[in-house]
């Protein structure tokens, strides 16, 4: 065995000797709240969740050695919690300055949410720049920011609607011409609601991206956890595991 690699295993088997005396709590607590496909309503599940963030929680048990707990809060309430110290983690968090304050960011994004255009199938083809948006009827989510100049472009023809499953019923219907979304989001509503093969991806794709990142608490022991937590990451997203994770809910 070579020094490095003997090193490692040494220091691997003494940090999980040491993880009682480094907790005072038997689990970890992760709060969180409904965000398809990542957290999914289930109540026939222990956590109340399926999801991509569920699988990814799985792992990460595993890695760390110590049971993960979910709690559904609502997301203001679920940030109070991090800020405290009452919750340890949190999953699918944009980075901010602000929250950076008091949540620390493992340095590995899991994954991206990108903005994207839905139109009727056969109809994509025609939109091939932010220019082609023009003149259009988009139908969007009014809770939801997705790319500049999108967001504050008065010029648009823009639909604010209150959900995706709007957004969409009224793509179906032909009354907007465009949906926009987040991807995998926006793909996992149109899966779900039965839409799959009556809609395509137009061929402009906006640059922008959100990267989602697992958060721990600046305020709980759990930060001693960061290393191993984003060694693990780091690994499912270079073996592929994380995409697989993915495509399940597709």
């Excluded at 295993?9 to 000797?17: E, G, W, Y």
């Excluded at 199938?121 to 023009?134: E, I």
């Excluded at 648009?156 to 907007?176: D, H, N, P, Y």
Aim: hydrophobic share 45%; no cysteine; glycine share 8%.
């Amino acid at each position: 065995m070579k020094a490095s690699v003997a090193f490692r295993f040494i220091f691997t088997v003494l940090f999980f000797l040491a993880l009682p005396g480094l907790f005072a709590q038997s689990k970890l607590i992760m709060v969180t709240e409904e965000w398809p496909p990542f957290r999914i309503i289930d109540p026939g599940t222990p956590s109340g969740f399926v999801g991509i963030d569920v699988d990814l929680t799985e792992k990460l048990e595993k890695a760390i050695g110590l049971p993960i707990e979910i709690q559904r809060r609502p997301w203001a309430r679920a940030l109070e919690m991090m800020k405290s110290g009452e919750a340890d983690l949190i999953t699918g968090i944009a980075h901010s300055e602000e929250r950076a304050a008091y949540i620390l960011y493992l340095p590995t994004p899991y994954w991206s949410v990108v903005p994207v255009f839905y139109a009727q199938k056969g109809k994509g083809a025609a939109v091939l720049s932010y220019q082609d948006l023009a003149g259009k009827s988009i139908g969007y989510s009014l809770r939801s920011a997705y790319f500049e100049p999108f967001n504050s472009d008065t010029g648009l023809k823009k639909a604010g609607l209150s959900t995706e499953v709007q957004i969409l019923k009224m793509l179906s219907l032909g009354r907007i011409d465009l949906a926009i979304g987040t991807n995998p989001n926006i793909e996992w509503d149109i899966s779900r609601l039965g839409y799959k093969g009556l809609f395509e991806k137009v061929a402009y794709q906006p640059p922008d991206r959100t990267e989602l990142f697992v958060g721990l608490s600046r305020a709980s022991p759990a930060v001693s956890l960061a290393g191993v937590m984003d060694d693990s990451i780091r690994r499912m997203v270079s073996d592929g595991t994380i995409k697989a994770i993915i495509e399940k809910y597709r």
